[in-house]
Nanobody, 124 residues
Framework: VQLQASGGGSVQAGDSLRLSCAAS????????MGWFRRSTGEDREFVAA???????FYTESVTGRFTISRDNAKNMVYLQMDNLQTKDTAVYYC???????????????????WGQGTLVTVSS
C-alpha cells in the first residue's frame, strides 16, 4: 500500500486546513488509518485515527478541533483541522495497517505503511 499525504500549508492561528491521505496499491484490506505529527526535535506524536468501520480516536489536545474521516470508496482519509494553534505546527504523516484497535491505534510502531508527510505551519 502506498500513501500520499497532502494539504499542508502555512496559516494563521485560528485558521483551518484539511489534510488528505490517498491510498493506492492493495487497498482491499480493512485498514485502520492514523495521522501522526512530528515537531522539530520531538518524537512522532499520535493525532487521530479511524478504523475501517469509522470508529474515531483523538489525542486530547486536538479533541473538538480536529475531525478525522474516510471515504472507503475513494481510498481516502481526511483530517479537518479547525482553530489551528501554533502548537499544531509539525509535519503530519498518515499511516495505515490492518487489525488495529483501541489499544494500538495510538502507537506509531504498529503502523506498517506511511505517507511522506506534509508540513503544517501555524503562526500567531
Amino acid at each position: 500500500v502506498q500513501l500520499q499525504a497532502s494539504g499542508g500549508g502555512s496559516v494563521q492561528a485560528g485558521d483551518s486546513l484539511r489534510l488528505s491521505c490517498a491510498a493506492s496499491g492493495n487497498t482491499n484490506w480493512r485498514y485502520s488509518m492514523g495521522w501522526f505529527r512530528r515537531s522539530t526535535g520531538e518524537d512522532r506524536e499520535f493525532v487521530a485515527a479511524i478504523t475501517y468501520n469509522a470508529d474515531t480516536f483523538y489525542t486530547e489536545s486536538v479533541t473538538g478541533r480536529f475531525t478525522i474521516s474516510r471515504d472507503n470508496a475513494k481510498n481516502m482519509v481526511y483530517l479537518q483541522m479547525d482553530n489551528l494553534q501554533t502548537k499544531d505546527t509539525a509535519v503530519y504523516y498518515c499511516g495505515a495497517n490492518v487489525d488495529l484497535g483501541a489499544g494500538t491505534l495510538r502507537i506509531a510502531s504498529y503502523y506498517h505503511y506511511w505517507g511522506q508527510g506534509t508540513l503544517v505551519t501555524v503562526s500567531s
